[in-house]
Structures are given as structure tokens and as C-alpha cells.
């Protein structure tokens, strides 16, 4: 099994965090691993965001990755921060080689047929769909399975609580990516943790 998919089946949902102050960085990771999400992406949208990499890494259990990664600066920075796996809204043919090129796991966001294919091409297999809600919602995702039904997914955008089950009973889907689970500026870190149990009690693959 590649990488990736070991990450991608250790929880059925990983929390989107975006976050704006290190301090929050452990009390927030060590909140979501004690609900039984492990696998956690730091998106890259705060100027913090590389430090709470570099602290969410010192959380006992928590796999750290980061999300919002859109070129090759930003892949390294995130390397060099301690990321784990890159989460990219898009794909690029140069974004793709960079990260095959760092033996890193790598999931790209993907819509259509045609940025999937250019994904195969790389020699990829596993992708995020997004944003998934607005591009079609889960009828868009079968209708994308079909010819490719050996591909896996994380969905991810505008999924939450109540709609993430419906999308993990799809075979291809091995878990869904929302921001849900920390609403930002959510300082409740028993609310964290049990968003984040009820999460991990979705089916897991
Ligand atoms: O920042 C990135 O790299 C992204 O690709 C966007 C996030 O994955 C989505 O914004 C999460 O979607 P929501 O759960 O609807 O908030």
C-alpha cells in the first residue's frame, strides 16, 4: 500500500485546520488525537501555519500534514516545517513532479476527468476532490468513478458532520477532509474533542 493510502485510511475524516496562533498548535492536535482523528492537515493560509506544523509534529500519535500547498516554495517550506503529506487544492505538473520528485505523500485536489488524467500520467492514483460540494457533490464524484474506478478520493469542501457519512459509503472515498471539526476561533477544546469523536465513529476503511 503506497503511503498516501496508509495516511488516507488511518481516520475517516481529517480535520482542515486553519490556525492562527502557535499556542493553539498542540492544545487544538492533542484535542482532535484524543477524539481518535490522527491524521491532521495545517493549511497554509496564516502566516503561523509553519510553526503550528513544527508543534502539532511534538503531539504524541498525531500524523501532521500541510494543506494550501500550491507550488514548490510552499512544498518545501512545508517539508522543512516537518509536514508529512501535502495537501494541494489543485495539481500542476510541476507542483506533482516536486513532490514525487521528495518521495513525500502527496494528494492533489482534482475536479474533472482531465485534471485526474493528468494526475494518472504522473503516476498518481490517489486525489482530493474538491471543492467537492460545489463541483457536483457526490453524484459528480460516481460519475468520476466510473472510469476510474481504481483511483481513491478524499473529498473535501462543504462536507461536514451530518453529510460525511454519506460520501464514506462510497468504495473509492477512503475519507473526507472538513474544516467542521475547528471552527475557527473556537477556543472549546472539549467541543474539538468531541466533534472530533463523533467524526472517528464514521465508518472507517
Ligand atoms: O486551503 C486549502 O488548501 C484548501 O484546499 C481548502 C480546504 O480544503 C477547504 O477550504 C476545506 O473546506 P471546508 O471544510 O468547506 O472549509
Same mark, same amino acid.
Not at 502566516?47 to 500534514?65: F, H, K, Q, S, T
Not at 485534471?115 to 457533490?137: I, V
Not at 477544546?189 to 468531541?194: F, M
Given at each position: 500500500?503506497?503511503?498516501?493510502?496508509?495516511?488516507? @485510511?488511518?481516520?475517516?475524516?481529517?480535520?482542515?485546520?486553519?490556525?492562527?496562533?502557535?499556542?493553539?498548535?498542540?492544545? &487544538?492536535? @492533542?484535542?482532535?488525537?484524543?477524539?481518535?482523528?490522527?491524521?491532521?492537515?495545517?493549511?497554509?493560509?496564516?502566516?503561523?501555519?509553519?510553526?503550528?506544523?513544527? /508543534?502539532? @509534529?511534538? %503531539?504524541?500519535?498525531?500524523?501532521?500534514?500541510?494543506?494550501?500547498?500550491?507550488?514548490?516554495?510552499?512544498?518545501?517550506?512545508?517539508? /522543512?516545517?516537518?509536514?508529512?503529506?501535502? %495537501?494541494?487544492?489543485?495539481?500542476? +505538473?510541476?507542483?506533482?513532479?516536486?513532490? &514525487?520528485? @521528495?518521495?513525500?505523500?502527496?494528494?492533489?485536489?482534482?475536479?474533472?476527468?482531465? +485534471?485526474?488524467?493528468?494526475?494518472?500520467?504522473?503516476?498518481?492514483?490517489?486525489?482530493?476532490?474538491?471543492?467537492?460540494?460545489?463541483?457536483?457533490?457526490?453524484?459528480?464524484?460516481?460519475?468520476?468513478?466510473?472510469?476510474?474506478?481504481?483511483?481513491?478520493?478524499?473529498?473535501?469542501?462543504? &462536507?461536514?458532520? /451530518?453529510?460525511?457519512?454519506?460520501?464514506?459509503?462510497?468504495?473509492?472515498?477512503?475519507?473526507?477532509?472538513?474544516?467542521?471539526?475547528?471552527?475557527?476561533?473556537?477556543?472549546?477544546?472539549?467541543?474539538?474533542? +468531541?466533534?472530533?469523536?463523533?467524526?472517528?465513529?464514521?465508518?472507517?476503511?
Amino acid at each position: 500500500m503506497k503511503p498516501v493510502e496508509r495516511i488516507m @485510511r488511518s481516520a475517516p475524516v481529517i480535520p482542515v485546520l486553519v490556525i492562527h496562533d502557535p499556542a493553539d498548535a498542540q492544545p &487544538i492536535a @492533542r484535542a482532535l488525537v484524543a477524539g481518535g482523528l490522527n491524521v491532521l492537515e495545517v493549511t497554509l493560509r496564516t502566516p503561523a501555519a509553519l510553526d503550528v506544523i513544527r /508543534e502539532m @509534529r511534538r %503531539v504524541d500519535g498525531a500524523i501532521v500534514g500541510a494543506g494550501t500547498v500550491i507550488d514548490e516554495l510552499t512544498l518545501d517550506q512545508a517539508i /522543512e516545517a516537518g509536514a508529512e503529506f501535502i %495537501v494541494a487544492p489543485g495539481l500542476t +505538473e510541476r507542483l506533482g513532479l516536486a513532490a &514525487i520528485e @521528495r518521495a513525500i505523500p502527496f494528494l492533489p485536489g482534482i475536479v474533472t476527468a482531465g +485534471e485526474l488524467m493528468r494526475g494518472l500520467d504522473l503516476g498518481l492514483e490517489h486525489f482530493k476532490f474538491f471543492p467537492a460540494e460545489t463541483s457536483g457533490g457526490l453524484p459528480a464524484l460516481k460519475a468520476l468513478c466510473g472510469p476510474f474506478g481504481h483511483v481513491k478520493f478524499c473529498p473535501t469542501g462543504g &462536507i461536514r458532520s /451530518e453529510t460525511a457519512a454519506s460520501w464514506l459509503a462510497h468504495e473509492q472515498v477512503l475519507c473526507v477532509g472538513g474544516s467542521w471539526l475547528v471552527p475557527s476561533g473556537l477556543a472549546d477544546l472539549a467541543g474539538i474533542e +468531541e466533534n472530533a469523536r463523533k467524526a472517528a465513529s464514521l465508518l472507517s476503511k
